[in-house]
Protein backbone atom coordinates (compact mmCIF):
# COMPACT_ATOMS: atom_id res chain seq x y z
CA UNK A 1 0.00 0.00 0.00
CA UNK A 2 1.30 3.49 -0.89
CA UNK A 3 1.38 5.90 2.01
CA UNK A 4 1.82 9.41 1.76
CA UNK A 5 4.00 11.85 3.94
CA UNK A 6 3.29 15.61 3.92
CA UNK A 7 4.97 18.59 5.54
CA UNK A 8 4.68 20.52 7.52
CA UNK A 9 1.29 19.47 9.51
CA UNK A 10 1.11 23.23 10.15
CA UNK A 11 2.03 26.51 8.91
CA UNK A 12 1.55 29.71 9.88
CA UNK A 13 2.25 32.97 7.43
CA UNK A 14 1.17 36.09 5.99
CA UNK A 15 -0.69 37.42 3.81
CA UNK A 16 1.68 37.95 0.26
CA UNK A 17 3.59 35.06 1.70
CA UNK A 18 4.70 32.05 -0.54
CA UNK A 19 3.89 29.03 0.90
CA UNK A 20 4.79 25.60 -0.22
CA UNK A 21 3.93 22.43 1.26
CA UNK A 22 5.43 18.89 0.05
CA UNK A 23 4.11 15.54 -0.46
CA UNK A 24 5.90 11.95 -0.89
CA UNK A 25 5.17 9.34 -1.62
CA UNK A 26 6.44 5.76 -0.32
CA UNK A 27 6.69 4.75 -3.97
CA UNK A 28 6.95 6.23 -7.11
CA UNK A 29 3.29 7.47 -8.58
CA UNK A 30 4.52 9.06 -11.74
CA UNK A 31 2.36 12.04 -11.97
CA UNK A 32 -0.78 10.80 -10.71
CA UNK A 33 -1.54 13.05 -7.67
CA UNK A 34 -4.00 15.34 -6.33
CA UNK A 35 -3.90 18.36 -3.92
CA UNK A 36 -7.55 19.47 -1.76
CA UNK A 37 -8.24 22.32 0.23
CA UNK A 38 -10.65 21.74 2.72
CA UNK A 39 -12.26 24.88 4.67
CA UNK A 40 -13.40 24.45 8.10
CA UNK A 41 -16.74 22.80 7.83
CA UNK A 42 -16.85 21.89 4.53
CA UNK A 43 -16.07 19.54 2.17
CA UNK A 44 -12.86 19.30 0.24
CA UNK A 45 -12.19 21.02 -3.14
CA UNK A 46 -9.94 19.48 -6.05
CA UNK A 47 -7.51 22.30 -6.40
CA UNK A 48 -4.60 20.35 -8.95
CA UNK A 49 -4.67 16.97 -10.41
CA UNK A 50 -2.18 15.02 -12.51
CA UNK A 51 0.28 17.28 -10.13
CA UNK A 52 0.27 19.92 -11.96
CA UNK A 53 -2.76 20.80 -13.69
CA UNK A 54 -5.13 23.76 -12.28
CA UNK A 55 -8.48 22.77 -12.06
CA UNK A 56 -10.91 25.27 -13.90
CA UNK A 57 -11.95 27.93 -11.81
CA UNK A 58 -9.12 27.74 -9.43
CA UNK A 59 -7.53 30.53 -8.60
CA UNK A 60 -3.79 31.18 -10.56
CA UNK A 61 -1.67 31.58 -7.19
CA UNK A 62 -2.01 28.21 -6.68
CA UNK A 63 0.57 26.01 -8.13
CA UNK A 64 1.45 22.31 -8.12
CA UNK A 65 4.32 20.18 -9.31
CA UNK A 66 6.76 17.10 -9.56
CA UNK A 67 6.71 13.43 -10.05
CA UNK A 68 7.30 10.09 -9.05
CA UNK A 69 7.83 10.44 -5.15
CA UNK A 70 7.67 14.03 -4.09
CA UNK A 71 5.46 17.04 -5.00
CA UNK A 72 4.56 20.43 -3.78
CA UNK A 73 2.39 22.63 -3.48
CA UNK A 74 2.49 25.96 -4.08
CA UNK A 75 0.72 29.29 -2.88
CA UNK A 76 2.44 32.36 -4.63
CA UNK A 77 0.70 35.02 -2.82
CA UNK A 78 -1.00 33.85 0.49
CA UNK A 79 -4.50 35.38 0.73
CA UNK A 80 -7.10 35.48 3.96
CA UNK A 81 -9.55 33.41 1.69
CA UNK A 82 -6.90 30.22 1.56
CA UNK A 83 -7.25 29.51 5.26
CA UNK A 84 -8.01 25.49 4.91
CA UNK A 85 -6.70 22.31 5.54
CA UNK A 86 -4.15 21.39 2.66
CA UNK A 87 -4.34 17.46 1.35
CA UNK A 88 -2.62 15.62 -1.33
CA UNK A 89 -3.97 11.97 -2.67
CA UNK A 90 -2.19 9.68 -5.10
CA UNK A 91 -4.30 7.42 -7.18
CA UNK A 92 -1.30 6.10 -9.37
CA UNK A 93 -1.96 2.34 -7.53
CA UNK A 94 -5.40 -0.22 -7.37
CA UNK A 95 -6.71 2.04 -3.84
CA UNK A 96 -6.14 5.24 -3.36
CA UNK A 97 -4.56 7.03 -0.36
CA UNK A 98 -4.91 10.50 1.24
CA UNK A 99 -1.48 12.18 2.96
CA UNK A 100 -2.25 13.55 6.66
CA UNK A 101 -2.97 17.17 5.87
CA UNK A 102 -1.30 20.10 6.29
CA UNK A 103 -3.33 23.02 8.36
CA UNK A 104 -2.34 26.94 6.53
CA UNK A 105 -2.87 29.65 9.08
CA UNK A 106 -2.98 33.14 8.75
CA UNK A 107 -0.67 35.37 11.08
CA UNK B 1 -23.44 20.25 -13.20
CA UNK B 2 -22.96 17.79 -11.15
CA UNK B 3 -24.07 17.36 -7.36
CA UNK B 4 -23.59 14.28 -5.08
CA UNK B 5 -25.56 13.88 -1.69
CA UNK B 6 -25.13 11.24 1.23
CA UNK B 7 -28.00 9.89 3.09
CA UNK B 8 -28.77 7.08 5.80
CA UNK B 9 -28.10 7.28 9.28
CA UNK B 10 -26.54 9.87 11.84
CA UNK B 11 -26.52 7.23 14.81
CA UNK B 12 -25.42 3.62 14.63
CA UNK B 13 -24.81 1.34 17.77
CA UNK B 14 -21.70 -0.79 17.94
CA UNK B 15 -21.88 -4.26 15.93
CA UNK B 16 -24.15 -2.87 13.42
CA UNK B 17 -23.97 -2.35 9.97
CA UNK B 18 -23.91 1.20 8.36
CA UNK B 19 -26.04 1.75 5.39
CA UNK B 20 -25.15 4.86 3.46
CA UNK B 21 -26.77 5.67 0.14
CA UNK B 22 -24.73 8.56 -2.67
CA UNK B 23 -27.46 9.87 -4.78
CA UNK B 24 -25.83 11.89 -7.59
CA UNK B 25 -26.88 13.83 -10.93
CA UNK B 26 -25.02 15.61 -13.65
CA UNK B 27 -23.40 12.18 -14.97
CA UNK B 28 -24.29 8.75 -15.49
CA UNK B 29 -22.06 5.69 -14.06
CA UNK B 30 -23.73 3.39 -16.82
CA UNK B 31 -21.05 5.82 -18.89
CA UNK B 32 -17.27 4.45 -19.43
CA UNK B 33 -14.49 5.85 -17.55
CA UNK B 34 -17.30 7.06 -14.41
CA UNK B 35 -16.78 6.40 -10.92
CA UNK B 36 -18.05 7.05 -7.22
CA UNK B 37 -15.77 6.95 -4.18
CA UNK B 38 -16.59 7.28 -0.59
CA UNK B 39 -14.21 8.65 1.60
CA UNK B 40 -14.70 9.39 5.26
CA UNK B 41 -12.79 12.12 8.13
CA UNK B 42 -13.27 11.50 12.05
CA UNK B 43 -13.37 14.19 13.53
CA UNK B 44 -10.50 16.63 13.59
CA UNK B 45 -8.79 14.47 11.63
CA UNK B 46 -7.50 13.45 8.14
CA UNK B 47 -9.28 12.11 5.02
CA UNK B 48 -9.49 8.21 4.36
CA UNK B 49 -9.92 6.83 1.59
CA UNK B 50 -12.59 3.83 1.91
CA UNK B 51 -14.05 2.40 -1.42
CA UNK B 52 -14.56 2.96 -5.16
CA UNK B 53 -17.00 1.69 -8.23
CA UNK B 54 -16.45 2.18 -11.51
CA UNK B 55 -18.99 2.23 -14.55
CA UNK B 56 -18.09 -1.38 -15.37
CA UNK B 57 -18.65 -2.50 -11.77
CA UNK B 58 -15.08 -2.42 -11.02
CA UNK B 59 -14.91 -2.11 -7.39
CA UNK B 60 -12.14 -1.13 -5.05
CA UNK B 61 -11.53 -1.32 -1.32
CA UNK B 62 -9.00 0.24 1.26
CA UNK B 63 -7.11 -2.87 2.04
CA UNK B 64 -7.06 -2.01 6.26
CA UNK B 65 -11.39 -2.01 6.02
CA UNK B 66 -11.77 -4.49 2.81
CA UNK B 67 -13.44 -6.77 4.93
CA UNK B 68 -15.70 -4.86 6.33
CA UNK B 69 -16.77 -2.88 3.24
CA UNK B 70 -18.90 -3.48 0.32
CA UNK B 71 -20.39 -0.89 -2.23
CA UNK B 72 -22.83 -1.66 -4.96
CA UNK B 73 -24.34 0.77 -7.42
CA UNK B 74 -27.61 1.37 -9.05
CA UNK B 75 -27.55 3.15 -12.52
CA UNK B 76 -31.09 3.18 -12.77
CA UNK B 77 -31.49 5.60 -9.84
CA UNK B 78 -28.04 7.41 -9.86
CA UNK B 79 -27.34 5.75 -6.36
CA UNK B 80 -24.40 4.49 -5.45
CA UNK B 81 -24.55 2.39 -1.31
CA UNK B 82 -21.60 1.66 0.94
CA UNK B 83 -22.36 -1.17 4.01
CA UNK B 84 -19.68 -0.93 6.40
CA UNK B 85 -20.43 -3.81 9.10
CA UNK B 86 -19.33 -4.60 12.66
CA UNK B 87 -19.31 -0.60 13.18
CA UNK B 88 -17.50 0.61 16.27
CA UNK B 89 -16.79 3.78 17.70
CA UNK B 90 -13.66 4.93 15.72
CA UNK B 91 -15.82 4.59 12.56
CA UNK B 92 -17.23 7.95 14.25
CA UNK B 93 -17.08 9.88 11.10
CA UNK B 94 -18.29 12.32 8.85
CA UNK B 95 -18.66 10.05 5.40
CA UNK B 96 -18.05 11.54 1.85
CA UNK B 97 -18.79 10.17 -1.49
CA UNK B 98 -17.46 11.93 -4.12
CA UNK B 99 -17.30 11.84 -8.29
CA UNK B 100 -14.22 9.73 -9.71
CA UNK B 101 -12.71 10.73 -12.73
CA UNK B 102 -11.02 7.99 -15.48
CA UNK B 103 -7.87 8.84 -13.90
CA UNK B 104 -8.83 8.49 -10.20
CA UNK B 105 -8.86 12.09 -8.63
CA UNK B 106 -12.21 13.18 -6.70
CA UNK B 107 -13.28 16.33 -8.51
CA UNK B 108 -16.90 16.59 -6.91
CA UNK B 109 -17.71 16.08 -3.40
CA UNK B 110 -21.13 15.71 -1.32
CA UNK B 111 -21.57 17.44 1.46
CA UNK B 112 -20.52 15.12 3.68
CA UNK B 113 -22.87 12.92 6.59
CA UNK B 114 -21.80 12.43 10.09
CA UNK B 115 -22.20 9.20 11.18
CA UNK B 116 -22.03 8.43 15.36
CA UNK B 117 -21.31 5.18 16.47
CA UNK B 118 -22.83 4.73 20.48
CA UNK B 119 -24.84 2.75 22.31
Known amino acids: ?107 | QITLKESGPTLVKPTQTLTLTCTFSGFSLAASGMGVGWIRQPPGKALEWLALIYWDDDKRYSPSLKRRLSVTKDTSKNQVVLTMTNMDSVDTATYYCAHSTPYGDFDYWGQGTLVTVSS
Open chain 1, 1 to 107: DIQMTQSPSTLSASVGDRVTITCRASQSISSWLAWYQQKPGKAPKLLIYKASSLKSGVPSRFSGSGSGTEFTLTISSLQPDDLATYYCQQYNSYSRTFGQGTKVEIK
